[in-house]
Structures are given as structure tokens and as C-alpha cells.
């Protein structure tokens, strides 16, 4: 991607953010006072949402996950929505009580599968939850897509009962829970205008897809409840401070003053990672010369000479330490420039016994720099000590099993714990012990069972 292409990425988000300014304020000399939002979607690429999160009263977004997308995944849309607007309560605008209709083959949503993406949405900030659509189209290119009454026609059917009882627990319950917050000691910074040159790339590679490099670092975090605020790079030093960790995936382009506030932050005891192809284009999207990872390369305390490219299916050895694992996409040929290696790359390419993740002691705090796209195992074998050092508070959950919690006013919390697949699940955390489970009254005492796609929430003091 060059810079023009760059500046016309920009160009577009910022003309179509002026059509919705434009309309807002056409409102606005109307009705002072009523809220006004667009729907957005999630990790979508060409809106730079941190930048309309600004000019909303408040985020909506419309989730919509396929068949195969991960619940991990799910979760961090709905952090990034709540994150761009300031971690404050967004709305769940739109979801399909039943099929979506553009996939090459739409499944229906499973017996109790819709109410559990519900309640996963308000475990992770939405203070409403709403549905697309309310009566299924006899034409268009909608006619397929889900509907709270279906061409049918009748409330007899699957669909419109689950979402009337849906309905009814929220109202019951809803009310109390909303306006509590997520505090979290984490925070991912996803970074639109990497997204665009990481993606536009001629090279090294064409097996980016900037979304899922962020969720490779957040699943580690999710699977084991640790909470996360999904954060823009540019995220000044006096909010950054409040975090105990940052992370920055595949941050190829280093903002203007983004270095230097990641420096201060490491070096008054922040701990940071990052890795593969960052620090590696300025905000013109042209190559800092000097050496990879540009900017970083003081904090971060290694040189990438190197970028290997990796075949599709192809992977390379990851040994040293807790991890032993595989990485996929690219490889990092790193050397050492006073960080202390971590793990070492195996196999036979020349540069077998490099290093491939390294940590950098800087001034009071730490800077982890992770060479290539490390597998499930791995990340997640990585991320473990840096959890415990920081005394994240992690809980053990079965397989599947999601734990979130709001705060309320005066002390309260609201735990909500959900089985993601269609498999019953049995567990017994201590943490929940005492609490009162609000949809039914039960006060939790060790064993909890919970049905496929089933959901507890279970208020706390």
C-alpha cells in the first residue's frame, strides 16, 4: 500500500463520518436531546470507529457471527465496541433471532444458541439488546434472513417463543444490571490504520488478516476470564497507566508520539507485547529506515533483520521455557539488542536457534516481543506467566465455559457465566459461592450445571 492509498483509506472513513455528522446535526436543530447512534459492525475494515465513536452519543453495533465463528471472537467484537466508545454501555442494534441469509450456508441457530449470544453481549457491556428483523420479508435479498415471526406467520413457532422468553428475563433482570461497568487491568490496542497497511501489504505475505492476529493475543486472555479494554494505539500516557498490560498485535504503523508513550509507559512499570511486523511504517505508511522495529526497536531491545514468509499450512518449531509450540504466517529473524531470550526457533532453517519470543527490561517495566503468529498452545503456554507475574486474577473455567462480570453501584457484581457450546457443562468456582442466581433465585453453593448454551447470572456482593 502506498501512501496515497493510505491517505485515501483515511479519506474515505472520514467522508462518510461527515454524510453521518451531517445527518446528526440535521437532527439536532430539531430535537435536542434524543441519543443518536449509527449501527456499526464490529471489526469492520474501512471505518475508523475510535474516530466515530467520537461524534455518537452512543455505540450500536450489529453482531452477527457465522457458523463457525468463535465465541472468543464474538467476545472481542463486543469488547471493541464498548472500547471505542470509552468503555462505556453500548447497544447490541442488531443480531438475527434465527438464520443470517449471505453465508454459503446458513444454519439455523440452535435451541437456546440466540439467547446465550444475548446475554453474552450484555456480559460484555451492551446495556440493550435488539433484533433484525421483526417480520420475515416475502422479498429482496432478506427474504432468508431470520425474524422474530417468520413467513408463517405465527407465535407458535421455536424462534418467537425463545425470543419473548428472552424478552422477559431481560426485563426482569435487565434493569439492574444496566449501567455497570467492566473493569479491567488489560488492554489490546486495534489499530484501524494498521489494519489497512498490514492488509494492503505487497509483501512479505499475503496471509494477514489484521482481526485475527488481535484475536490470537485475546483468546489467551478470554480463556481464561481475564478481562480486557480493547483501546486505540494513540491512547494517551494518563489512561494507558491505568492498565498493568498492553498489547499492540501486528502494530505496523507507529502513530505520531505512540512510541514515546510507550516508552514512558514500560518504563514506569507497564509491561507491554508485541511482535511480528510491527513498528515497521510511520503514518505515511513508508518504512522508518534504521532497522526493524523502527520506533520501537530502543523499547522492544532487538534488531529484525529478517522476515521469513511461511507457506499456507506451513509452520515452524517455537521451543524454550513453558512454550513449546508452532508458529504460522511469518517468522521474525531476531537479534538481540539486551533483551533476554525466552524461546528459540527449531527446526532447520538457518535460522533455527534464533530467537523467536524475547523480553527487554526497561527502566521499572517489561517489553515482550513475540517473532511469529503463535498456535492456540502456544499463545496461550506464552501468556500464562505474564498472567500469574501480574496477578491478573485469572479463573479456570471447563472448555467453553466464559465468565464475565460487571460492576454496579455499591458494591454489587454480576457474574455471568456461559456455557458456549451445545454440550452440558458442570463446574464449582468458590469465587461465586453465596451469590444469588437471578433468573432463578438459586443461591450458588459449589456444584453449578449448566445446560447447552445455558447462562447464569449470578449477582454478587
Known sequence: MSGLQMDYRRFQSQAQLACYTNERDAIREYDATTPITTNLMGTFKDLDYFEWAKEMDVVSWDNYPGMDTPPSFTAMCHDLMRGIGGNKPFMLMEQTPNQQNWFPFCKVKQPGEVR???WQAVAHGADTVRF?????????????????????????SRVFKETAALGEELDRIGRRIMGSRIESRVAIMFDWQSYWSLEGCVGPTTGFN?????????????????????????????????????IAPALITVLPGVAETLEAYVADGGTFITG??????????LVVPGGYPGKLRRLMGVWVEEIDALAPGETIEVHGGTVDAKGEIVASIIHREGAER????????????????????YGKGKAYFVGTSLD?????AFMAPIIKELDLKSL?????????????????????LINNSAADKRLCLSELNGGTELLTGTVINDLIELKPYGVDVIALR
Open 116 to 118: 446465550k449470544l444475548s
Open 132 to 156: 433484525f428483523q421483526m417480520k420475515q420479508s416475502l422479498g429482496g435479498c432478506e427474504r432468508f434472513h431470520g425474524a422474530v415471526i417468520a413467513h408463517d406467520g405465527t407465535e407458535e
Open 210 to 246: 489484521y482481526p485475527n492476529e488481535v484475536h490470537r493475543f485475546y483468546r489467551a486472555l478470554w480463556r481464561r476470564n481475564v478481562p480486557v479494554d480493547m483501546i486505540a494505539s494513540t491512547t494517551p500516557l494518563a489512561r494507558l497507566s491505568q492498565y498493568d498490560l498492553a
Open 276 to 285: 511480528y511486523m510491527a513498528g515497521i511504517h510511520d503514518e505515511h505508511d
Open 342 to 361: 525466552l524461546a528459540t526457533y527449531g527446526g532447520d532453517e538457518f535460522y533455527a536457534g534464533h530467537s523467536a519470543l524475547t523480553v527487554n527490561a
Open 376 to 380: 492456540e498452545t502456544g499463545m496461550s
Open 396 to 416: 479456570d473455567t471447563p472448555e467453553d465455559v466464559s465468565l464475565s462480570v460487571r460492576y454496579g453501584d455499591g458494591g454489587t457484581r454480576y457474574a455471568f
